[in-house]
């Protein structure tokens, strides 16, 4: 017996112990322990009713009382409620009938299962309550900066804990792609999302977010913290290159040289976190025709036509310039579309002096009229157009292969070049 006396309050102390390491408040946890205890009272008694259980947290014990009405023997109709005059008279000499009783009820006396039932009801309370937790602590912190430690990597994720031990997961596809950890380094990443399957929550970092460069910057560069400059828009390809819109309250500060710095300077950390992602600073503007001309950088553009309706922008430029506008496998122009919100197509400016243009359905002998139609979908209806337009833009928006867009270019340019014979 002497045994037994010391498994519960064991039990009580432990669960109070795992409230001062899990951060749940003690009035939580007492309610947990009391509603545990009565689910175990209702699965022997058939109810609760009657029953009031305490739990001393200052003590790491418990105390459970039983009330019941004192009866004529044989007048029991609710054993629950009522106590024959007989067995009440062996809890005291001088109860009456109609005087309540309140009996100890010793809980060690239900047996081995009761107590095991009352460690796995608290063990799943318990960690209901860990989950709800864990749910309430990051889900209002989703688009946080955050440090966490590497505890295991894999080939699909890196397993981070956090200053709780807390599980966070950073997938592969969230990782920089020159990202590479070892256990127990420190690594900085964004609350990407928290997920609650089933009640078992999961929180999910990432490196390679937008969000991610957003808050290294505010978080580096003091003026974001003070308010100066505010960091509008953000596009990235993580780990290659990166262009961000800023712009300042106070005209007298130069929003993108202070955030640059002399010589790169204060951007320079931010570039080392991302091992090397080159990052753009543009100055923002509410006009799009400027924003996008900015976005463009280093491209000159010439001239911008925009339909507001589709969000689409077309960018004219001089021949040198469409390169430059394009960038290293289109990287530039994807980033420009990303940072303004809008379709950019360019073109090269055409002298009007040269030679006569030409429907493209006029080539259908020569080019399938699925090409053709392909093509035209990109608002390119005439030979002139196509030749003009970049080659990578024929290839990735109008998602034909290389050596199509080649034999179209081909058979276009020797239109002209007959002609001019």
């Not at 990407?192 to 957003?214: C, H, W």
């Not at 640059?260 to 025709?289: C, F, M, W």
């Not at 139609?373 to 608002?379: C, P, R, V, Y």
Request: aromatic letters at 6%; hydrophobic letters at 40%; proline letters at 3%.
């Amino acid at each position: 017996m002497a045994k037994k006396k010391e498994l519960t309050p064991s039990l009580i102390e432990t669960f109070l112990d795992f409230q001062e390491t899990k951060n749940i408040d003690l009035a939580t946890m007492v309610g947990v322990l009391e509603e545990s205890f009565r689910s175990v009272i209702a699965k022997i008694y058939g109810s609760d009713e009657g029953f009031n259980v305490i739990v001393n947290p200052e003590k790491g014990d418990f105390e459970i009382y039983r009330d019941r009405v004192v009866v004529e023997d044989g007048q029991v109709m609710d054993e629950n409620k009522e106590i024959p005059l007989s067995e009440a008279l062996k809890i005291a000499d001088d109860y009456e009938v109609g005087e309540e009783v309140t009996e100890k009820i010793d809980f060690l006396k239900f047996g081995r299962r009761a107590i095991l039932t009352l460690r796995q009801t608290l063990a799943s309370k318990i960690l209901e309550l860990e989950h709800d937790a864990l749910y309430n602590k990051y889900f209002p912190r989703v688009g946080e900066l955050i440090s966490a430690e590497v505890y295991q990597t894999w080939k699909s994720e890196a397993l981070l804990l956090d200053e709780d031990g807390n599980e966070l997961h950073l997938l592969k596809n969230a990782q920089i792609p020159r990202d590479f950890y070892h256990k127990n380094d420190h690594v900085r990443a964004v609350i990407d999302r928290v997920e609650n399957a089933n009640g078992n929550p999961k929180i999910y970092l990432s490196r390679t977010s937008p969000m991610f460069l957003q808050r290294l910057i505010e978080a580096e560069i003091p003026e974001f913290t003070d308010g100066v400059i505010r960091l509008q828009r953000v596009a990235r390809i993580p780990g290659e290159r990166a262009k961000i819109a800023v712009d300042s309250i106070d005209d007298r500060i130069d929003p993108v040289g202070a955030c640059v710095g002399v010589k790169g300077a204060r951007i320079a950390g931010i570039v080392r976190e991302l091992h090397n992602e080159s990052i753009d600073v543009i100055q923002y503007s509410a006009n799009p025709q400027i924003l996008i001309a900015r976005a463009l950088a280093p491209a000159e553009v010439s001239s911008i036509e925009i339909n507001e309706e589709t969000k689409k922008a077309d960018v004219f430029l001089k021949p040198e310039q469409v390169s430059l506008a394009i960038g290293k496998s289109g990287q530039n122009i994807k980033l420009a579309g990303q940072l303004t919100g809008y379709t950019i197509d360019v073109f090269r400016e055409v002298d009007g002096s040269e030679e006569n243009d030409y429907k493209l359905d006029e080539f259908n002998d020569e080019i399938d009229q699925w090409v053709l139609d392909a093509i035209k979908g990109l608002g390119l209806d005439t030979a002139k157009q196509v030749l003009n337009a970049p080659r990578v833009m024929l290839i990735e928006k109008a998602d034909l292969e290389e050596d199509t867009v080649d034999e179209v270019l081909r058979i276009l340019r020797a239109e002209f070049e007959e002609n001019a014979k």
